[in-house]
Each structure stands twice: as C-alpha cells, then as structure tokens.
C-alpha cells in the first residue's frame, strides 16, 4: 500500500504535469537568420533545416512569408519550403503575417502548419507589423481561420509578454487577453515570446501565475532571448511552472529587426544539455546538434553563442590533443 505521503505528492506532480516529455521547436532557420545582413545562400538554409531534422527535433520553423522589403532574409519562402528532404514525423511550420503571406504559403502545396505573430504592446506591433494590437488580432484571426478551413495547424506567437523596447513594462493582463484570443481562433499552441530578453525568473513566474487558470499550461509554450542572460533560468521557472515546450535557436543565433539590442534566442544545445541534465526527454541528439551549430557558424562567419556547444567542442578539442 502508497503511505499517504506518496500518495499527496503523487497526486501533487500529477496536477502539475510533471510529464517526462519536452518538446523543442527550433526556430533558428527563421528567427536565427531573419535578422543577419548578409543574405544566406539558400542552399546553405537548406542544408541548416535538413541537420537540424536529422539531430531529432521534431518541429522546426523553416521560414516566414514576410514581405521581403521588410525582411529580405526570408525573401527564399517558397524555395525552402518546396525543397526541404522531408522526415517523417516532423514538422515544418512557416510564420505567416497575413491573409497574402498565407495564401503564399498554400500556394507551395508544402504548408501544413503556420505560425501567427501579435505583440502585447501597440508600439511593438505598429514597428513590426504596421498596425495596432486590435488590428493584429483581427487579421491573425483571419489568417486562422483560412488556414484551419485548408487542414493547415496554427500555432500562436505573443511577442513582448514581459517588456517592449518601445513601451516598457508588459502587463500579464494584456497577455492573458491575447493568449484567450489567440486560442479562440484555433490555436493548437501558444508561445509566449520574451522578444527582448529581459525576463527574469521573477518576472517569468509573474507572467505564468497571471495565466494560470485562464490558459491550458499544456497549450502554453515558451520563447525566450538571451539579451540578459537569463534564458535557462526562465526555462526552468516554466518547467516548475508545469509547462514542457520551448523554443530555441542553433548556435543562440537570432535577434528581431524591429527590436534593436536583443540578441539570438536561448541556443538549443544549451537547452538540450540542460534538459539531459534534468531527465526530461527530448529525443534529440545534442552531438549532432552541436556540430550543425558549429557548422552554420562558420558557414556565416560568426561566433558561437552557445555555451554547452563551446564546452563540448573544447573538450573534444582538447581531447585530439
Ligand atoms: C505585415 C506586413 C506585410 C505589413 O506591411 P505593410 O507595408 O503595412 O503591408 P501592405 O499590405 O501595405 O503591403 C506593402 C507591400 O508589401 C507586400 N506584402 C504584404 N504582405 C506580404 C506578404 N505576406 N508577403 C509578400 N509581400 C507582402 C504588398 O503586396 C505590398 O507590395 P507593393 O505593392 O508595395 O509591391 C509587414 O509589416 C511585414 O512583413 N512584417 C514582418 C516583420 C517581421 O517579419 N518581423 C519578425 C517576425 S516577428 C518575431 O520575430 C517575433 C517572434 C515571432 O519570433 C516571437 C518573439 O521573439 O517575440
């Protein structure tokens, strides 16, 4: 027989969710390199996307069918998505900002899970999307329901959830707000976006107590930048928070073109060691994700930002010797 002890903390993780399981979406074919100068060759993000598929991860953003005057990176949409090597049981989402951008999409035949992007903040919004916060939702609502009327999954981005490089402090009221507008429309997943690294796991928890109770955790995603570095640290209060999926980018590449100063998000080697190192499974292979971090970095000539991908490669390095 379980002592009632056992049986109260059994009870206690299973109410949290203490599930095993931890998905990663990778975003660094998108958000990675939307924000580089230097147009990277198309074959190059190809071969990126198709690595990153063979270390195990099992969603991975190729790309955005942005307008290419504002993001000119993302101007190869069609191309990537049409020539992907794609693997069983992985997907492929593109971000999508709206109606044209999705009707681009379905016009590939290739598309079938998107990507919708709003900001808590009216200023975020108006540098990033040209229009308001009740603008973005109306037009991600379209987008939503002309992509779930083709059999297209839809994922939600809130942008902003703890600070704006134009308005300051978000209010978790504002993301609350969203998160219910944004699964109203159809929305499988949420991810809640710190688009200018500047959460701390005081802020982080905050955030995640103010929509406890009004959002399914389980529908609930998290999207941090590194700027302050505290990326793992606030992947860690969401994990004690009960949530299992993050997003991260090879190497830490990244930054936004309309948030000046924020780095590349947290790096997925990063977030893979730590979650070995805390029995959470992934399913990915974090050598392989090293050395295709390692490569994509030397492929644009820039450093590495991930830490665990540095130690690693230093020991082997080392190790040769
Ligand atoms: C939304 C718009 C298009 C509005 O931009 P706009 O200028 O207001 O749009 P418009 O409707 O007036 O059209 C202007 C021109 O763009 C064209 N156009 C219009 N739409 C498209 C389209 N989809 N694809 C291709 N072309 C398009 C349109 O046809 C027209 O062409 P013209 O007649 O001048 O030749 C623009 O502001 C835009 O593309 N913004 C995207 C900015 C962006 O990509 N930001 C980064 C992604 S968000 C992010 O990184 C945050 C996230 C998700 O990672 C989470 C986090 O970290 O918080």
Redesign the pocket.
Known sequence: MRSLAATRRLVSLQRRDFSNNFRIVE?GAR?GL?NEKNFVPTETKLELINRLAESGLKTIEVT????????PQ?ADHKEIVKKIRRLDGVSYPV?V??L??LE?AIATGKVDEI?L?V?ASDAFNKK????TTDESVQRAAEVAKAALKEGIRVRG?I??VIGCPYQGDTDPREVLKLSEQLLQMGCYEI?L???IGVGTPGSVAKLLDALKGGVPFEKLAV?F?DTFGQALANTVVSIEKGIRVADSSIAGLGG???AKGATGNLATEDLAYMLNGMGLNTGVDLGKLVETGQWICEKMGRQNSSRAASAILNKQAKQKC
Request: with cysteine; net charge neutral; hydrophobic share 30%.
């Open positions: 975003v958000d939307q955005s069918f942005v307008a290419p005057k504002w993001v993302m971000l900002p709206n044209k951008g681009s990507a992007f900001a990033n999307i040209n229009c981005y942008s902003t991810s976006g710190d688009t999207h930048h936004c073109p309309y």
